[in-house]
């Protein structure tokens, strides 16, 4: 395992900026998460033109890509659209050398039927190309259930997870615990959660997630692959997210 560090942490500044930012913070691998809301490279840029993605890319710091996250956005998920956008996102993973591809699960209260159909397409598509499709561990899709998402993974070939323990810990099934889900987990996105409505990102040290558990949980099943530090910029932090980032990085490197 090795420590990453996601866009998202520096999602204010132009991509270039945040990329050093990350080099200066020593950092050697990053989490693309590319949204179409985002000010970074949005996934209608890639869909347009694959090697211009690439290029603008390799023009920061030579930080090495362990993962794409993408966001496409309010466009149906089984559209035309969507395919060519994750068929491009696809492309750019290969050139970049990424393995994996973060993607949203469907909403709560969809088909679960219907989802399985949608993510066999896609991952059957990735794999093609020696990649690995994982939706995200969130409060807001299928995936809040750690049942679901186990079950997403065994009825489709292929699929993984991307652990977000805050979306457990903060989430609906808060309750309970998510041990289930570590054999399918192919990346990690890590920051320090509290069960109190508003806590969803606090401090470190101030929440519930237990990194040294998280970490021997993912060592048992042989997880070799990135732990992303995702400290969002975006939320009313009463916080300074570099601070916050830093000593994050130092706390997981600690444990390796």
Do not use: W
Not at 35 to 48: C, D, F, L, R, V
Not at 205 to 211: A, D, K, N
Not at 215 to 244: H, M, Q, W
Request: net charge negative.
């Amino acid at each position: 395992m090795y420590v990453a560090c996601s866009t998202l942490c520096f999602s204010k500044e132009p991509l270039k900026v945040a990329l050093r930012h990350m080099a200066d913070l020593e950092f050697h691998k990053v989490d693309l998460e590319l949204t179409e809301s985002g000010s970074h490279i949005k996934p209608s840029e890639i869909a347009e033109n694959v090697d211009a993605a690439v290029t603008h890319l390799r023009q920061g710091p030579s930080l090495a890509p362990s993962a794409i996250g993408l966001d496409f956005g309010d466009i149906d998920p089984l559209g035309p659209v969507y395919r060519k956008r994750f068929e491009a996102a696809c492309r750019l993973a290969k050139q970049t050398a990424v393995a994996v591809i973060t993607i949203p699960a469907a909403p709560l209260n969809s088909s679960i039927d219907d989802e399985i159909k949608r993510l066999a397409e896609l991952s059957a598509f990735a794999m093609r190309d020696g990649l690995v499709v994982a939706v995200e561990t969130h409060s807001e899709t299928l995936t809040a259930d750690p049942g679901t998402a186990v079950a997403l993974c065994k009825a489709v070939n292929g699929l993984g997870l991307t652990l977000d323990p805050s979306h457990y810990i903060a989430g609906p099934h808060g309750s309970h615990n998510f041990d289930e889900v570590y054999p399918y987990v192919q990346n990690v996105h890590l920051r320090d959660t509290g069960r109190k409505p508003g806590d969803f990102q606090v401090r470190v040290g101030q929440g519930e997630i237990e990194y040294g558990r998280v970490v021997s949980s993912l060592e048992r099943v042989g997880y070799d692959r990135a732990l992303t530090v995702c400290i969002l910029d975006k939320l009313d932090n009463p916080f300074d997210v570099e601070v916050e980032v830093r000593k994050l990085k130092l706390l997981l490197e600690s444990l390796l």
